[in-house]
């Protein structure tokens, strides 16, 4: 009986080796599943993970932690610069900042991103404010000079001169060479002063032209200047924050005095 059974498979197989149609995928062992690629499916898959150590309720999850990846590009890859521009959208020096960045940081590592929210939860203050923590001027004339496409060098100009988010150069407009008044943005209308008026005439910032960008929300404006400069490989990490920490810190120095008229 085995000799008749051994002999029957060798002619199930011989057969269709014959007849050209034999089919290798019938016996090769199914390869894994290569898991979840965009936004959604990784927060669904360790949404799975949390819950399965964690005692909370759907509602509980929804309100929380939901919440704050819902503000994630769901149909795209995740990525730090995605990750960072949800941070940035919060508040600074808030408990909801903080939540977002324990949240985020969770599913970066679960998602194997490699991303640091920790400086974020920090408070930054005149006196926590250090030279070595800000880029000096060196380098941001040095990266700005590496942008090659003139929409987005004036978007790195803006940002550096003005310490603009990302979505406020994309609503604004110039009075004079030192007054630029924001028309729209997550603060709303606000007016700001360059730190250093020379870069405004440097870098002829009068003369508008930020890069088409489409976007229904500020996040979109924000997240969209982040993969952008992501492509560029500017070392400030992240560029942004660091900017605007930059532009804080020399406020203070200065106390405004410059900008008084």
Same mark, same amino acid.
């Given at each position: 009986m085995a000799h008749s059974s051994w002999s029957e498979a060798v002619a199930h197989i011989n057969e269709p080796l014959i007849n050209g149609s034999f089919d290798w995928t019938l016996y090769l062992t199914p390869q894994a599943d290569e898991g979840p690629k965009?936004?959604?499916?990784?927060?669904?898959?360790?949404?799975?993970?949390?819950?399965?150590?964690?005692?909370?309720?759907?509602?509980?999850?929804?309100?929380t932690w939901q919440r704050t990846f819902d503000r994630l590009p769901q149909d795209e890859p995740l990525s730090e610069a995605a990750i960072l521009?949800?941070?940035?959208?919060?508040?600074?020096?808030?408990?909801?900042?903080?939540?977002?960045?324990?949240r985020l940081q969770r599913l970066a590592e679960f998602a194997g991103?490699?991303?640091? &929210?920790? *400086?974020?939860? =920090?408070?930054?203050? %005149?006196?926590?404010l250090t030279p070595r923590d800000l880029p000096d001027e060196k380098l941001i004339l040095e990266w700005r000079n590496r942008i090659e496409n003139p929409q987005w060098r004036w978007?790195?100009?803006?940002?550096?001169?003005?310490? &603009?988010? *990302?979505?406020? =150069?994309?609503?604004? %407009?110039?009075?004079?060479p030192r007054t630029l008044h924001v028309l729209q943005g997550k603060t709303g209308f606000h007016v700001a002063r360059p730190l250093r008026p020379e870069w405004v005439d440097m870098w002829s910032l009068t003369q508008t032209n930020p890069p088409r960008v489409k976007g229904r929300t500020f996040r979109d404006y924000g997240q969209r200047t982040y993969r952008q400069f992501e492509?560029?490989?500017?070392?400030?990490?992240?560029?942004?924050?660091?900017?605007?920490?930059?532009?804080?810190?020399l406020c203070l120095e200065c106390q405004c005095k410059q900008w008084q008229t």
């Open positions: 965009t936004t959604a499916e990784l927060i669904e898959a360790f949404k799975a993970h949390y819950l399965a150590s964690n005692q909370i309720k759907e509602l509980t999850w929804q309100e521009a949800v941070v940035l959208l919060t508040e600074n020096h808030t408990r909801s900042r903080e939540l977002a960045c324990q991103v490699t991303v640091d &929210l920790k *400086p974020f939860q =920090c408070e930054y203050s %005149e006196t926590s978007i790195y100009g803006m940002m550096a001169a003005f310490g &603009l988010r *990302p979505h406020e =150069c994309f609503f604004c %407009e110039f009075v004079n492509r560029y490989k500017v070392p400030f990490i992240p560029m942004i924050c660091v900017m605007l920490m930059q532009y804080a810190a």
